[in-house]
């Protein structure tokens, strides 16, 4: 995922809900001779902008504290600076952005704060203390976490299309409130911090003062569409899939590439297929990379799988590896340049990427890994078959068709003939 740190937020944003011109509540009265005057401390004001509350400020002390939304708990940390004299200066989400303010004394525990833009417009807000509200527990109205602990595939649209299925990063929740996010392949990425409200949420990426709003949406089966909004004024959009039975304190991209694939009427398919192959391809460990098949048991009366790929133009060709015996692993790795290689294509101009398990066995999951593991390896032939042909391995003969375990029948190889998809 693309690294985006939030600029300092402008203190116009943080008074773009109220009118820009300057409202009065009350008369400013001022502190009688001699008094200090009263600054806002620890506690929960109601910021009220013509009548309505606005914003909740929940100041910690009198230097720190942060917003939240009446209607969602969303807001920004900040400190102050308070003078006597009641001015002020406000740091919203980052040291840099400076706000002034202006706090007049109204009534016990009420004020009016002014808080100046860096358009130079400025607002004025009734705060209204709320004495039986604990600044330590207060959430307003709040909404329970969406996105629980767990690894999340998240998935972007690289067409533009709003079809979310090439694989852009992980993002792994070790909690409600905080995680990391982990590369494909590579396993790197940046910690994160985030504040969920329901469908809202504000993102902490690789730095405390980074604020990225962000918008969460279910789309069902257990998925959400996650939108990043960025203080450049763009946004990322990712579909987020939970996987199952991952450990988030030590999950890694590096090693597992699962998540990728659909389940279809046809079998278990991959989108973006070309995209795919060409990254996995390109790696470092290309010669190690493969698919990995998961059965939920060792396959006593072995397996029969078609691969089909489909190329942009609807042609498309079905490559298929079957096996008689007994495999004691419920593992079976696939070279994935041998794949291609057997298929007759290079991964170039493929629109998807179908898995069909015709024999025996029920996938339970099914991935590419970019590191073997002691899994039965299927050595598939270098040199593509004839069209329509049913041989067996002609350069090595059956016993270095698999890596892993003596295993005593051989593979039959068929490769079908191209044909156009209806």
Known sequence: MKKRIMCAVIASAMIAAASMSAVVYADDTQVSAGETAAKLTRGVWAAYGE??????????????????KPENGLGLPFSIEQSDDGSAVFHFASADNNTPAEIAYVDEGVFNVTLTGEDGESVTYRFELLPDEDPDTFMKDASEALLTPGVYAAYISPEKNDVYDMLDTYFVFTSETGGYTNAPIMGIGIPFGVEQNGTNAVFHMAAADDNTPAAILPIGDGSYLLTLNYSDGSSTIYRLVKTENADTENFSGASSYYG??????????????NTEFKFLLGTPRADETGLEINYAMPLLEGFDIDFIFTTADKNFATYNVSYNGTIDNDTIFFDLEDLLKGAGIDGENVASFTVKNNGNGTIVQLGFLTERHNSAKINLVSDTADSDANEQNPATGANDIFAAGALAAVAVLTVLASRKRK
């Open 260 to 273: 990728l694939f659909e389940t279809t009427d046809e079998g278990i398919q991959l989108y973006n297929a």
């Open 51 to 68: 009548d309505k509350i606005t914003d909740y400020y929940i100041f910690e002390d009198e230097t720190h504290g942060h917003t939240a």
